[in-house]
């Protein structure tokens, strides 16, 4: 039957505004835009932590490439990557890893070693995965093996609308399951199909790449590799050209760290002078003092102060200075306790053989640090001379167009309050099979979600509008011949869809030796 004026008239208004609404949803992100800063949150497989500590391989972990700890979980920082607003398409690569060691043998090799690192994650067409560098024995020993880029785990995306994005893009507790692939290249600790630990990430992105190269670089938004000026004190001259500029990056130990900000001390502490926070170590910028690159000798000052306190805790590192000489460093600082301040206290060593500069800039990376007996009595006897701290990662620059290596760029916080696509928020990060509860999140503009709520709307009112004056026009036609007017279908509203299996969430794996929620280890 044909419509009536009035009907195709109202069907073509109603019409227009739809195709007025969805619009803007297909121009408004038509270009990819770049990811760069954020962080990953992974604790790869808490069991796995505890089994490599525990009783049994009675081994440990060490963060490597600025990696840094949250609770449990280890942070990747530096995400640079890509991002379509439009079709959701996600990448993100990150910095640092976690090695692994455990089963000590005689011969002082481990029988367990296995190292994760540069993870990235890759959203395509609704489906997620996570990669990562991987470095492991096989269990039972044998031969190192190095994968790059693994497809370690993949990720329930399940309800997630990762579209329409303008600001930071937030996932929270996404599960992860291990990878055939990922199997293998975990040592063959556990099968394909295992639950890992669920991952957490908050990127920031970037406006979208002009389409045509600018004539001149543009300005990055990286951040600064050296604090402002500010006043240093002056090392001793020694022989040698002056350095142009130098940083020492250093986080004194992670378990002193974690002890300060812990339900124990229940601190913090603050940087003062120029000092920079990068997650898992403090940087001192602004090195001035003497550097002779034949013979591989430093004696540099540093700006920049950290001050640690907290119950029965008041600790000020400050006025850094490291000197070099016979390949080995010692990192000096003065110490105020208790309101008492010693001056320049040596409070670590570390090897730097071969400090000669490449391309304007030498470089000590993540040099293995052991506490001094000045360095035991400023931490209040707290650990032993000759423990093992952070490492001491050193960068001098002898030209003046050299760029000191950048800090960990952890991107900004994640949104105080993420809308969800699927269930509400949860307060339980390490349920293996825990439901996402948060998605890309919008600083500003209107995600596609929206617009297709808005087109979902206008149809739903259209087939109203459509109906009322289909039946008006039965209604009318049935009292001219005395039927009565049809209704829709029976019973086809009021459902409710299906939710989660029951029993699927909340559950732990055993470890390899079923040392399931065995605590982080406190080296």
Not at 84 to 95: I, L, Q, S, V, Y
Not at 250 to 271: K, M, N, P, S
């Amino acid at each position: 039957m044909l419509l009536s004026r009035p009907c195709r008239a109202l069907a073509v208004t109603l019409f227009a505004a739809l195709l007025a609404a969805l619009v803007p949803a297909a121009g408004a992100h038509a270009e990819s835009r770049p990811v760069q800063g954020g962080r990953l949150d992974w604790g790869i497989k808490s069991s796995f932590q505890g089994y490599v500590t525990g009783p049994i391989a009675q081994g440990s972990w060490n963060l490597t490439g600025g990696a840094a700890t949250v609770g449990t979980q280890f942070r990747f920082h530096s995400a640079q990557g890509a991002y379509d607003p439009a079709t959701g398409a996600f990448e993100a690569a990150f910095g640092g890893g976690v090695h692994f060691t455990g089963h000590r043998k005689a011969d002082g090799t481990n029988e367990l070693d296995l190292t994760i690192s540069r993870p990235r994650v890759r959203v395509q067409g609704g489906a997620g995965t996570l990669y990562a560098d991987m470095a492991s024995k096989a269990k039972g020993g044998g031969a190192m093996t190095v994968r790059s880029q693994v497809p370690l785990a993949t990720l329930n995306l399940g309800g997630i609308d990762m579209r329409g994005a303008t600001g930071p893009v937030s996932l929270a507790d996404v599960p992860a399951t291990l990878t055939a692939q990922g199997a293998t290249a975990f040592a063959g600790y556990y099968p394909a199909g295992t639950a890992l630990d669920p991952i957490s990430l908050t990127v920031d992105v970037r406006a979208a790449q002009p389409t045509k190269a600018p004539s001149t670089a543009p300005a990055t938004t990286a951040p600064p590799t050296t604090a402002p000026a500010t006043a240093t004190p002056k090392a001793t001259a020694t022989a040698g050209p002056a350095l142009k500029t130098a940083a020492v990056d250093w986080g004194v130990r992670r378990t002193f760290r974690e002890y300060v900000t812990g339900a124990i001390a229940q601190g913090e502490w603050t940087l003062a002078d120029g000092a920079q926070d990068g997650g898992a170590l403090f940087r001192f910028p602004s090195g001035t003092g003497r550097f002779d690159p034949e013979a591989g000798t430093l004696d540099a000052a540093f700006a920049g102060s950290v001050r640690f306190t907290g119950t029965h805790l008041d600790l000020t590192l400050g006025r850094v200075t490291v000197k070099v000489t016979g390949g080995t460093g010692t990192l000096a600082a003065d110490v105020t306790s208790a309101g008492k301040t010693e001056k320049k206290v040596p409070l670590v060593t570390f090897p730097a053989r071969g400090l000669a500069p490449k391309n304007g800039l030498a470089v000590v990376t993540e040099a293995p640090a052991t506490l001094t007996e000045g360095g035991a009595r400023a931490f209040g006897g707290m650990y032993k001379a000759g423990t093992v701290m952070d490492p001491v990662s050193l960068a001098v620059a002898v030209d003046a167009g050299a760029a000191l290596p950048a800090l960990p760029d952890l991107g900004s916080e994640p949104t105080a309050t993420p809308s969800a696509a699927t269930s509400p928020a949860t307060t339980s990060p390490s349920a293996s099979a825990a439901p996402v509860t948060a998605v890309a999140s919008s600083d500003s503009g209107t995600p596609a979600a929206v617009y297709a709520g808005i087109g979902a709307g206008l149809l739903a009112v259209a087939a109203a509008a459509y109906l009322l004056l289909r039946r008006r026009r039965t209604t009318g036609l049935a009292d001219a011949t005395g039927q009565t007017g049809a209704t829709g279908p029976a019973e086809t509203t009021g459902k409710t869809s299906a939710t989660d299996p029951a029993g699927t969430t909340g559950q732990t794996d055993p470890g390899p030796a079923g040392t399931t929620g065995a605590p982080k280890p406190t080296d």
